[in-house]
C-alpha cells in the first residue's frame, strides 16, 4: 500500500470517456516503491486526510472522567457512555426488529438507544438512535464532548483543564488538520 500527502490533482477525460488523474506528491515520498506498486494495483481511493483528534484531547477527556467518577462514586466507562449518549454523534435509523442485532453488529456504533416504533401497513419499524464513540470525532464533535465534561467538572470544584489548556489542545489539533492531506 502506497499512502502520501498531495499537493495536487489534475485530471482529464479521454475521448473513451475514462479519466486520467495524475497526482503531484512531495519528493522522495516511497517512490522507489511506486513501479512494484503500478505493476499490482487494481483500486486506488482518494480522500481528504482527518485527523480524528490528538492524543492529548483524548487523555483529557479520560482524566477528566477519571477524576469525576472518584467525586461521583462511579466508573469512567459509565460516564463515558453517559456524556456519549448526551452529547456525542448519533444517528436515528428506521430498521426491520429482525435486522436489530445485526444493525448493531454492523454500525459501529458504541451504545444504543430504542426511541421508540411505528407499523404501517403491516411492517413494523424499529427507531434505533446510534450513538458512536469519540474515537471517531472530528474537531468539532470532540470539542462539544470535552466541553460538558469540562462545565461539569467545573460545578464539581474539579479543576483539571483551564480553558486555555482546552483551547490549546483544540488549536493543536486543529493545525494537524488543516495542514494534513492524505491519499
Known sequence: MY?????????????????VIQLTVP????????????????????????????LDANAALWVMLQKIAVHQKTTKDELYEHYVRLYGVS???????????????????????????????????IYLELH???????????????????EDAKEMGIDYLSASERDLIIEEWDDDFKTTKSI
Do not use: C, W
Open 132 to 150: 458512536f464513540g469519540s474515537s471517531g470525532y472530528n474537531r468539532e464533535e470532540m470539542s462539544r464532548l470535552l466541553d460538558h465534561v469540562i
Open 91 to 125: 444517528k436515528i435509523v428506521g430498521v426491520s426488529p429482525s435486522a436489530i442485532e445485526t444493525i448493531k453488529r454492523l454500525s459501529g456504533a458504541k451504545f444504543f438507544t430504542i426511541r421508540g416504533e411505528r407499523t404501517q401497513a403491516d411492517k413494523k419499524m
Open 3 to 19: 499512502k502520501s500527502s498531495v499537493k495536487e490533482i489534475s485530471y482529464f477525460q479521454k475521448p473513451t470517456g475514462e479519466y
Open 27 to 54: 519528493k522522495g515520498l516511497h517512490i522507489n516503491d511506486l513501479p512494484k506498486i503500478a505493476k499490482t494495483a487494481d483500486y486506488v481511493e482518494l480522500k481528504k486526510h482527518r485527523k480524528k483528534r490528538s
